[in-house]
């Protein structure tokens, strides 16, 4: 899974400000994940997209949150007036077909 | 909304122990996959499973996909703190590889 960077790694925010995860996936994968774990919990999936297209997004809050995988760069998940319950990890998955997802070491976000 | 049951949630054992972990759905999945996460990585693949009554071994670590393919499970023999960490499986029930995971077996194993 060394292949599918998140950047950053660790993510300190204050309330009300807007916190941008970013997710490169590996060589030759179209299609990326994005999924959110709670402290001593499971992985929650967040969307499902494809180049410049969300495919599935029904794990998304409704507001404040956005993703997107444009045609060229790193898929960005971005979480707008941040609060303290959206402290959590979030993981980058990417895969080349309908196949196995591989993860990024995520991104440790925190409200303060 | 398709569940994943992890049993049991919580494992502490001691070295050399063998355990088994089950992962069940009321569903039946295309496919099923077993991670294992350690605290502050990312889950790390160890296997997909595809065919009903399919096994497969890796090491000390057998899995087996039910025949119905319903059900899961993984089986450590001879466990070594090594395998200390989160196992978690994840179903695709085919909705366009959009995983479904479990909830995680939190395994300890004791020197």
């Known amino acids: 899974n060394a292949g599918v960077m998140q950047n950053p790694r660790h993510l300190v925010r204050r309330r009300g400000q807007e916190a941008r995860l970013r997710c490169s996936p590996m060589k030759g994968h179209s299609h990326v994940y994005w999924y959110r774990q709670l402290p001593e919990e499971g992985l929650k999936f967040m969307v499902y997209?494809?180049?410049?297209?969300?495919?599935?997004e029904s794990g998304m809050p409704k507001e404040r949150f956005s993703a997107e995988f444009p045609k060229e760069g790193p898929s960005i998940l971005r979480i707008q007036q941040v609060v303290r319950g959206d402290s959590a990890a979030y993981f980058c998955?990417?895969?080349?077909?309908?196949?196995?997802?591989?993860f990024g070491q995520g991104t440790r976000l925190t409200v303060v | 909304t398709q569940l994943l049951e992890q049993s049991p949630q919580f494992l502490s054992i001691q070295e050399g122990e063998n355990l088994t972990v089950y992962c069940n759905s009321s569903?039946?999945?295309?496919?099923l996959q077993w991670y294992r996460q350690e605290p502050g990585e990312g889950p790390v693949l160890l296997v997909t499973v595809v065919t009903g009554g399919e096994v497969k071994k890796l090491k000390r670590l057998t899995f087996q996909f039910g025949d119905a393919r319903k059900d899961s499970s993984l089986h450590i023999t001879a466990a070594q703190p090594g395998d200390t960490g989160l196992y978690l499986c994840a179903g695709d029930y085919g909705a366009g590889n959009m995983l479904t995971f479990g909830g995680g077996t939190r395994l300890m194993v004791k020197p």
């Open positions: 998955a990417s895969s080349p077909v309908f196949t196995e997802a591989f």
């Open positions: 569903s039946v999945f295309s496919s």
């Open positions: 997209l494809q180049k410049e297209n969300i495919i599935d």
